[in-house]
Every structure is written in C-alpha cells, then in structure tokens.
C-alpha cells in the first residue's frame, strides 16, 4: 500500500503542477481580455470626447455668428431710434416754424382786411405789405 499511497502522492503533484499552469493561462486570459476590453473602452471615450469638441467648435461657430447678427440688429434698431428721435424734433420744429408763420400770416390779414381795391394797381400796396409781414 506504500507504493499506492507514493502514487497516489505522485498523482496529487502532478496535478497540483498541471492545475498551477491552466490557472496561470486562464488567468493570463482575464487580464488579456480584460485589458482589450478597457483599451477598445478607453479608445471609444476618446473618440466620443474628440467628437464633442469638434462638434463645440462647430456650434461656438454658429454661436459667435448669431451673436454677431444680434449685435448688428440692435445697432439698427439703436441707430434707427436715434433717427426717430431726431425726426421727431425736426417735426416739432416744423410745427412750431409753421404756427409761428400762420400766426404772421392771420396778423398781416387782419392788417389789411379792411382794405378794398378795384384796380390791381390799388390792390399792389396791400399784396406787397401782406408779403412784406409774412416774410
């Protein structure tokens, strides 16, 4: 039984050595697919992350040209206020320039509104003196 029981012992290391060797190669395996498997996840990421700065890039592009059409709309409309103020008073002057100048007028009127004249030589002095006030 002695030479059973070396056998037996033999046996026992001789898988022990062989078992040794499977789980270093399925272990090798592992960290091989393992590692493939983070490398083809860190290559992807990298290939999403320069995706997403070139399409930023694009879109700050877009953004930077809506800005500037923005920044051109508000300068003409600025710009475009401005004038209305500025016509605005020129309206104002005119009115208060033609009230002034109805006002002349209705006074040389009434000026010569008793005035009568049968020729137009009799009538010349009154149309002169009504320019003269009006001007």
């Given amino acids: 039984m002695s030479a059973l029981g070396d056998l037996a012992v033999g ?3 001789a898988l022990a050595g062989q078992l040794w060797k499977v789980s270093t190669l399925v272990l090798a395996a592992v960290l091989l697919a393992g590692g493939g498997a983070g ?6 990421a990298a290939t999403a992350r320069d995706q997403a700065l070139a399409d930023l890039k ?18 003409a409309i600025l710009t ?3 004038l209305a103020r500025e016509a605005e008073a020129r309206g104002l ?25 049968t020729s137009c030589a009799d009538a010349m002095p009154y149309v002169n003196q009504l320019l003269e006030k009006v001007r």
């Fill in 39 to 44: 490398g083809a996840l860190w290559w992807s």
């Fill in 80 to 82: 475009q206020a401005q």
């Fill in 11 to 13: 046996v026992g290391g």
């Fill in 93 to 117: 002057a005119a009115q208060q320039a033609a009230a002034a100048n109805g006002r002349r007028y209705d006074q040389a009127l009434q000026q010569i509104a008793g005035a009568r004249a």
């Fill in 58 to 75: 694009k879109e700050q592009g877009v953004n930077a040209q809506l800005r500037a059409g923005v920044d051109a709309q508000n300068t």
